[in-house]
């Protein structure tokens, strides 16, 4: 019998939960890390461990502590200089430590993309300070995107179209920072017809792609995403070969979420994570694997088979409105008793600790074989509404 490979998971959100029940389908032991307990990962995992990751010290004291055969990042904020001296002693991090330091950070990640490999980019400036900042603004021009060089999930994320609005989104970017980098990245507002994620796995046998997911953000987090999102063939090959050049310049195995712009035939480079992305949650209906599967396999080394569309799919964000530590939820049956026939309705809730405001605390997943991704998207959007946090 093959030994069980253990996994130190570092980051416990509900991205790392999917994974986490991945993983363990497939054997592994799973030791789910993150900066509160009861996370949602550490709900479903063999064991947990409450740390700052951005503590290094204690970084490397939990990974003494485990020895993992695979250490998988799933947050930005860690400590990165010790995942790079842990690999060096022989340790598997996933994709690389390397990875991890490019894409940890959007500057870095932007560097390799636009100067390394030469790919389309919206123009950018970088800035540390507010005044910076407002010098950058004036450059590439208003209207522009404000974002932290070090986030999730959209946090710190603004757009400004008015010179009276960069105070506020500097503020706002400060605030949404993760770790203890206070640099912002100034973009050039890009006229595009649609923005995608493009799942992009990278295996000891080659490069797979799903199909590409559509989505659509709110004060820079993902409110709904649909796959597959129409394209065209040559956008489509494109996009293929943009998100293989980044992915192989970073090496490793696993996930990765691959973010473009695109107008027409055009396809811009706009982000990456090297792990499973909020917006391919949607696969959890999708596809025969979902993005969490395929994240595993690629860690582990396991065959991954053709990828089947099961039909047009979506997802949509279950928010929470205020900040509480207790409350509950109601309208599961409601929210997954379909008002269409041909829809497959099903969802995840997160089982976080607390809510606040505009927390995803779930998602709802809705699923058309025959219908259209429009069809589907009303009906997890129509799901997501009936689903209630109630608060004591």
């Avoid at 001296?85 to 636009?114: Q, W």
């Avoid at 010098?135 to 400004?160: H, L, T």
């Avoid at 900040?323 to 409601?334: C, P, T």
């Avoid at 025959?370 to 069809?375: A, C, K, M, N």
Wanted: charge should be negative.
């Amino acid at each position: 019998m093959t030994a069980t490979r253990k996994i130190l998971l570092l980051g416990s959100g509900e991205l790392g939960r999917e994974f986490v029940i991945s993983a363990k389908r497939l054997g592994a032991h799973v030791v789910a890390c993150d900066s509160y307990a009861g996370a949602p990962a550490m709900q479903v995992a063999d064991a947990a461990e409450v740390f700052s990751m951005l503590d290094g010290a204690e970084l490397g004291a939990v990974i003494e502590r485990h020895r993992p055969d695979f250490i998988v990042p799933e947050i930005e904020a860690i400590r990165t200089e010790v995942l790079k001296e842990y690999e060096d002693k022989g340790y598997a991090v996933v994709p690389s430590a390397r990875a991890t330091m490019m894409t940890m950070n959007r500057d870095r990640i932007r560097e390799v993309a636009a100067t390394e490999l030469g790919l389309a980019t919206s123009r950018y400036l970088y800035a540390e300070s507010l005044d910076e900042m407002r010098a950058a603004v004036a450059e590439i021009g208003i209207p522009c995107v404000i974002k932290p060089v070090m986030s999730s999930s959209g946090k710190g994320q603004s757009a400004v179209t008015r010179a009276d609005q960069v105070n506020a989104a500097w503020t706002y970017a400060v605030a949404g920072m993760r770790g203890d980098r206070s640099r912002v990245i100034v973009e050039a507002f890009v006229d595009f017809d649609y923005e995608i994620t493009l799942l992009t796995v990278r295996t000891r046998d080659g490069v797979v792609f799903c199909d590409p997911i559509g989505h659509r953000q709110e004060r820079g987090d993902y409110q709904e995403s649909w796959q597959p999102t129409p394209m065209t063939e040559a956008a489509i090959a494109e996009a293929q070969r943009m998100a293989k050049a980044v992915v192989d310049n970073l090496g490793g195995y696993g996930l990765f979420g691959v973010e473009f712009f695109v107008k027409g035939d055009q396809v811009i480079f706009s982000e990456l994570s090297p792990r499973p992305h909020d917006t391919g949650m949607v696969t959890l209906i999708s596809q025969n694997l979902s993005e969490f599967d395929l994240h595993a396999r690629a860690i582990l080394g396991l065959p991954i088979p053709t990828l089947t569309q099961l039909g047009a799919a979506a997802s949509a964000v279950i928010l929470a409105d205020r900040d509480s530590a207790d409350f509950h939820v109601e309208g599961l049956a409601e929210a997954l008793t379909p008002e269409t026939a041909g829809i497959e309705l099903d969802l995840r809730i997160f089982n976080k600790p607390t809510t606040r405001r505009w927390r995803r605390m779930g998602v709802t997943l809705a699923l058309a074989r025959t219908g259209t991704v429009e069809d589907a998207r009303a009906a997890a959007k129509k799901a997501a509404e009936k689903v209630k946090l109630v608060y004591s």
